[in-house]
């Protein structure tokens, strides 16, 4: 067990590795030049030379992204280049934000989309099921920002009882966590559904069944356990894919988390908090997968079973 | 697979099954989506769609580009039913050619992802071994990069444009196509046909092309359906943010960011467009899950 | 942990209900967040806002855009290199330190530092020496005359730092200290999401009537409206969204701000690529733009075409002068005949993707489609356009240029051919615009000076190395509690005089 975690845990390694050179590779490829933005409109060529030489722009690419990545092993993701604030410090301040928001995003999508997904398995094929399907499904293809844009319209404009920017009260999470978790919430809805129908087919609830055990009881022990582990992984993949969202709703609810940090510095060119930023995040991801796996594994004996088994 | 029962070997050429009218596989698939009400609403919509983007100057009242400032900003009315945005443009022609560039987008980011992914999975799925490996990492690591942060750098790097933004959503839709026609074709590959064609002889690309790749359709063509759908909502969110569309094309998640300044006035500007993306994404979808049920209704995700 | 933040908050909340509320403390919103409060790192004006409330300068602005002393208290001009500054006394640091003429020297020295790399050491670059022969006397040498120098000693670049702060920080001095000796001091800043200053009581005029300041950032316009509505906000200093200005000027529960600004914004022409180094091409497209149009479509009435490369509220501005280039389809069709052109020509306009440049652009390409010009537009980033457009685009850019209030500012930077490859985007080299620029620059006399600038004005008017098209105004807003504030045309205001009332 404790192997497969750490075969995993090194895996991640090459993953990171792979990253944070694709990164590297296509922030640097772009036109602009952060000593440039920096500087502004006025400045010389001169004045923008020097500004490249202190960077240490000036030197072979390779030869950045060596030191770059020596650093970044020490725990030193550089210096902003707009605030010259290190880039660790400027992440971890606007990271509880984005976790925050992702994790009552997902909070969300597994309270909404799991009982709505048992629901229209219980009732395959009535109404009920209909409903809660096409329910889960237009969740999964209204554009997010739009619905951001339509809640904020309602409660913020409309019927003024929601703030709609910044991070101080429980009031500002309540529109965000929605747009945030819509599309996951729509995807474990599906996802337990078809789970949860696939498991009631089985032989062994039907064995369960007929040996008199309550329904209720079948349900709980024998369904839930295994609905949950395709609900796991795709909660894990979602988690990964989450950034995006979480992009949209940190620039239109004016949230200052992680992923406007990144997005904003992708624009001004600010290659420290880039490269460090998608790495950390890249990282969290990882983790999150990680525990995801041991997750997966604890919940399905068999498969716990093949891990003790193998190597 | 159950499409490898009905499917004549591939020696015979591909046309073989098709031309048998009676248990034709593809026949079979038609009946049982038709049956699927659901699958043909959304099919329809589809339809609907492909007609008004085709026929998009025919449809639409005015040019989506002509400007004129004294009635910017005008309510749905009659002669514009879906008002005029900031420049005293039709919002219901633009609307209408949004159409076009969303199936555009939608078809090009995935005829990409799905090209380039499915040759890397095939090659790696028969292959296998170190380059197998080599593939997946590879995968693994467009995966772990966000496909938000992933899309912004590509544009970033190469320019706004239509097509770089397609490339971008192309790019990170990729890994999904590897890994479904690698899955296939470690399923057939072992297959004793594919023995038969090597021992006569049939070079690797041959026997990937003909023996594989179509047993490999079906699972990719709902892939793509409803791949279609994501790249529509991916292009829209990178246009929302501001990258990939230049001015003054009319394209609904663009229109949605310029929009937005005037929430407070002009919902309406946002107010169609988002209603546009959201109508089509949905027909994608539902579409998508009835073609996926019907080619075979034991068919796990 | 700032994960519990919103319990505490909510907890904090019902606590702070039941206490009477008696700080003075108001919430601007800007449309972003600083970058640092190190004067000598930063080049935008949302952190210049903040800087001004911490820092002074040796003179400074008023609301008129006129000098006026602030801790020097007279200066004087023995010859025309140099410049003598006599300093109050008795002014403190927020520190505790003593403000002397050391501190002058200082602040020039490490602007002009090359290591320090600081955007605004052009302000000051031709300086040769400073040096304090006294505790209250600051000498400046030029290394030749410099006219513009006491405008180029109000910019916020130019605040007057404290050596033992800024070497006591290090590398973090800007982003968790500011040390200055402005009528409010540094708290913290919340990067990303607000900063918080507070009165200085010791300030040398007198303490502020508010107790706290907080300053947030917020991109979405339609966010810090709603912001504004909801009291979250007290007061928004500039950049408040055009289209919604109309209707909160008729509201009474809100004040309103209005201002012409130092910028203009115009469409610049890379004189180096076919045909724009024709002047007849760009008189053309001159005349082929309907600027009114763009006024009415983009700033919503709030903005003035351009009456020549500066804005009327610069120093140096010649009243006298009107509208350049009224449109004119026909004579632009007529021009383009005479070049050799009639039957149009294909370009690029390179534009970023902010709202009012990319429909500026919008506009113009229908404009110039009129009269036979092929204009495709490419957006682009911000960075990407500045460096690319510094190096030589290949077509039309859309940019602005604020320049630092004094009419050398305005024109020089962008005008003058030395700066070829910086800031004249134009690529223009003219040796008649040359040699008046020079000559404003090097004259201390301001009526000769004035005369200079309105000759040069009129002949880049007539050469125009770009289409002119509108100067903006300021819009501001705030709710009826706000009293005293005046929105600077530089739009960096400074919250002095502003009180709060019930």
Known sequence: MLRYFTKRLIFLIPVLLGVSIVIFAIV?????????????????????????????????????????????????????????????????????????????????????????????????????????????????????????????????????????????????????????????????????????????????????????????????????????????????????????????????????????????????????????????????VGIVNLLVDLLYAVLDPRIKAQYRSAK | MTMNEKTVPASSGSGGALREKRRSPWWEV?????????????????????????????????DPNQTNIKIRLQPPSAEHLMGTDNFGRDMFSRVIYGSRISLYVGFIAVGIGAVFGGILGAVGGYYGGRLDNFIMRCMDVLLAIPQII?????????????????????????????????????????????????????????????????????????????????????????????????????????????????????????????????????????FGDGLRDSLDPKLRQ | MKVFRPVLCALLLVAAMSVPAFAAEIRLAQVADISSLDPHKVSDIYSANVIRQIYSNLVQVNENMEIVPDLAESWENPDDLTWIFHLRKGITFHNGEPFTAKDVKYSIERIRNPETASPGATHLK??????????????????????????????????????????????????????????????????????TLEKNPEYFRGPAVLDR???????????????????????????????EFANIEKNDKYLTYKVPAMSTLYMGLNTEVKPFGDKLVRQAMNYAVDKQAIVDAVYFGFAAPSRGPLSPVIW????????????????????????????????????????????????IQAYLAEVGIRANIELMEWSALLSTSAKGIGGAFMLGWTGTGDADGGMTPVYHSANIGSSNRFRYKSEGIDALLDKGTATLDQDARKKVYAEVQELITEECPLVFMISQELLGASSKKVQGFKLYPNMISPLYTVTLSE
């Open chain 3, 213 to 243: 300041v907080i300053y947030r950032g917020i991109p979405e316009d339609a966010t810090r409206l709603i912001e504004l509505e909801s009291g979250g906000v007290d007061l928004i200093p500039g950049n408040f969204p055009y289209q």
């Open chain 2, 30 to 62: 038609w009946r049982r989506l038709r049956r699927n009400k659901a699958a043909v609403a959304g099919m329809t919509v589809v339809i609907l769609l492909l007609f008004v983007a085709v026929f998009a100057p025919l449809i639409a009242p005015y």
């Open chain 1, 28 to 284: 640097h490829l772009a036109p602009g030049d952060p000593a440039e933005v920096m500087l502004g409109p006025s400045a010389t060529q001169e004045d923008i030379g020097k500004l490249r030489e202190q960077l240490g722009l000036t030197k072979p690419l390779y030869v950045q992204y060596w030191i770059f990545l020596t650093n970044a092993l020490k725990g030193d993701l550089g210096r902003s280049i707009k605030s010259n604030a290190p880039v660790l410090e400027e992440i971890l301040e606007r990271f509880p934000a984005t976790l925050t928001l992702a994790s009552l995003g997902m909070l969300f999508a597994i309270t909404v989309g799991l009982p709505l997904g048992v629901l229209a398995a219980l009732k395959q094929n009535t109404w009920v099921d209909a409903l809660c399907s096409f329910f889960a499904l237009v969740g999964f293809s209204i554009p997010n920002f739009w619905v951001g844009l339509m809640l904020m319209l309602l409660l913020s404009i409309t019927i003024p009882i929601l703030p709609s920017s910044g991070f101080d009260s429980w009031k500002n999470l309540i529109m965000p966590t929605i747009v945030l978790g819509i599309q996951t919430m729509a995807v474990i809805a599906r996802m337990t559904r078809s789970s949860m129908l696939e498991v009631i087919r089985q032989d062994y609830v039907r064995t369960a069944r007929a040996k008199g055990i309550s329904d209720r009881l079948v349900l709980t022990r024998h369904i839930l356990t295994n609905v949950m582990i395709p609900v796991v992984t795709i909660a894990g993949i979602y988690f990964g894919h989450s950034l995006g969202g979480v992009v949209i709703t940190e620039t239109i609810f004016s949230i200052p988390g992680l992923g406007r940090l990144i997005v904003d510095a992708i624009r001004a060119q600010d290659y420290p908090v880039v490269q460090g930023g998608v790495l950390f995040f890249a990282l969290c």
């Open chain 3, 316 to 363: 140096g501005f010649d009243p006298t002068r009107t509208a350049v280039y009224p449109y004119d389809p026909v004579k632009a069709k007529e021009l383009l005949k005479q070049a050799g052109y009639a039957d149009g020509f294909d370009m690029t306009i390179y534009s970023d993707n902010r709202t009012e440049r990319r429909s500026a652009a919008e506009l």
């Open chain 2, 150 to 286: 992933l899309a912004i750098a590509i544009v970033g790097a190469l320019g706004t444009s239509l097509l770089n933004l397609m490339i971008a959503v192309g790019i990170s839709q990729l890994p999904r196509y590897a890994r479904v026609v690698r899955a296939s074709t470690l399923t057939v590959r072992g297959q004793e046909f594919v023995e038969a064609a090597k021992a006569i002889g049939a070079s690797d690309t041959r026997i990937i092309l003909e023996n594989i790749l179509p047993n490999c359709m079906a699972p990719i063509i709902v892939q793509s359906t409803l791949g279609v759908a994501q790249a529509i909502l991916a292009a829209a969110t990178l246009s929302f943010l501001g990258l990939g569309i230049q001015p003054p094309t009319a394209e609904w998640g663009s229109m949605l960011s310029s929009g937005r300044q005037f929430l407070r006035n002009a919902p309406y500007l946002t107010f169609f467009p988002g209603v546009a993306i959201s109508i089509v994404v949905l027909a994608l979808n539902i």
């Open chain 3, 126 to 195: 031709e300086v040769q020496s400073v040096e304090a022969p006294d505790d209250y006397t600051v000498k400046i040498v030029t290394k030749r005359p410099f006219a513009p120098m006491l405008m180029s000693l109000t910019r916020y670049e130019t605040s007057i730092l404290n050596e033992k702060a800024v070497s006591a920080s290090g590398a973090d001095y800007g982003s968790k200290a500011a040390v200055g000796t402005g009528p409010f001091k540094f708290v913290e800043w919340s990067r990303g999401d607000k900063v």
